[in-house]
């Protein structure tokens, strides 16, 4: 069975801390990889999409890195800022997705 | 990013009515859309995968005669929930796939569906 797990479910923090965000993933021949907002109510935003030939993408204070090999993959937010404040998911080609991580930053 | 447009936004229905909502891809062209369910605090749930021009394709477990999907052109797919009862209240998520190399996801703003 096709899972992927996030951890940590959830995660309240000061306003400035530098946050890894983590994605594991049972099928290792995955196509690509995106990671997602989600506000509350409201539909996915996506962040970052990764390749399976990329290690890595960056936007803004965000970077997702992938390793196929131990079916990880981690979203590093940089100088938290309330305005992260959402649950963030991850799924893969377009069928499987984690349960999230509900991120808070507190002023 | 690309633009997907999902309508209703939220609909309140009784018991035994159907309803459509509808998924847009506003400034691009999706040949496969998806249709998600999503129960609170609990991740997507994939119901099926929406061909323009073909018969949607169906996750196990998901009624097809219940939730009818048309993909009838590159720009908009529909879901039409019949004879809607109060456990399908739920938020339904569309996305559309982009037809480029990365085949990236582009998901609309959900619809939350009470029926009474």
């Known amino acids: 069975k096709q899972e992927v797990t996030q951890i940590p479910a959830a995660l309240s923090v000061p306003e400035g801390e530098n946050l890894v965000l983590n994605c594991s993933f049972t099928?290792?021949?995955?196509?690509?990889l995106q990671w997602f907002r989600q506000d509350p109510g409201k539909g996915l935003t996506s962040l970052l999409l990764?390749?399976?030939?990329?290690r890595e993408q960056t936007s803004g204070r965000l970077n997702a890195s992938l390793d196929k090999s131990s079916g990880r993959s981690t979203l590093y937010i940089a100088a938290s800022q309330p305005g992260d404040s959402a649950t963030y998911l991850c799924?893969?080609?377009?069928?499987?997705f984690g349960t999230g991580t509900r991120l808070q930053v507190f002023p | 990013g690309a633009v997907v447009s999902q309508h209703p936004s939220w609909v309140i229905c009784k018991s035994g009515t159907s309803v459509k909502i509808e998924c847009r891809s506003l400034?691009?062209?999706?040949?496969?859309m998806f249709w998600y369910r999503q129960f609170p605090k609990q991740s997507l749930m994939l119901m099926a995968t929406?061909?323009?021009?073909?018969?949607?394709?169906?996750e196990q477990g998901v009624e097809k005669d219940k939730f009818l999907i048309n993909h009838a052109s590159l720009t908009l797919s529909t879901l039409t929930v019949t004879s809607a009862h109060p456990e399908d209240s739920s938020f339904y998520i569309c996305?559309?796939?982009?037809?480029?190399?990365?085949?990236?996801?582009?998901f609309g703003e959900g619809s939350r569906l009470t029926v009474l």
């Open positions: 996305s559309a796939q982009s037809t480029g190399p990365t085949g990236e996801l582009f």
């Open positions: 099928d290792s021949a995955i196509y690509n």
């Open positions: 990764i390749q399976s030939s990329q």
């Open positions: 799924g893969y080609d377009k069928l499987i």
């Open positions: 400034d691009f062209q999706a040949t496969t």
């Open positions: 929406s061909n323009e021009g073909s018969k949607a394709t169906y």
